[in-house]
């Protein structure tokens, strides 16, 4: 991890937060099985971390003992009916709902197509990802001002 990387250069340990185990996953069997119950202990709108009696924070999930110390439970986000993605993306993220251009939508099967920042080499990383399905509504894509370039993940 970078984080070990860092502290053996550097001689500190750096605090290192995790937010990627405990949170809301596709399909609710996919997610931590400390989750949902912490969300129904601790009701609220916003984020959360659990911190332990003693000193430090109670860690979930890990790996390697260790490699984390602390991690952020992220509560579900109601999906937008007009984009069809996560809420936070245009509320917190300031992302905007754009179209998926018409001759990506496949006929028949489906396909991850992308958007990319315009001018950006072809091996970056996209800015977003979509799976079309044929004869479904396709989601749109969520994305921050600019100008982006679309094609088919192959």
Do not use: N
């Amino acid at each position: 991890m970078m984080a070990a990387h860092l502290a053996k250069l550097s001689g500190h340990d750096p605090l290192t937060i995790d937010q990627t185990i405990v949170m809301a996953a596709t399909r609710k069997k996919l997610e931590h099985p400390i989750y949902e119950k912490a969300l129904q202990h601790f009701p609220g709108d916003g984020s959360f971390v659990l911190r332990a009696a003693q000193d430090g924070y109670t860690v979930f999930g890990l790996r390697r003992e260790g490699s984390i110390d602390m991690q952020v439970f992220h509560r579900r986000s109601a999906i937008e009916p007009v984009s069809r993605r996560p809420h936070w993306m245009q509320a917190m993220a300031g992302y905007r709902p754009v179209d998926v251009p018409a001759h990506l939508i496949p006929k028949t099967g489906s396909q991850y197509v992308y958007a990319a920042p315009k001018g950006q080499m072809t091996d970056g990383v996209p800015a977003d990802i979509v799976l079309l399905r044929a004869g479904r509504t396709a989601p749109k894509f969520m994305l921050p001002p600019g100008e982006y370039t679309y094609g088919i993940l192959k």
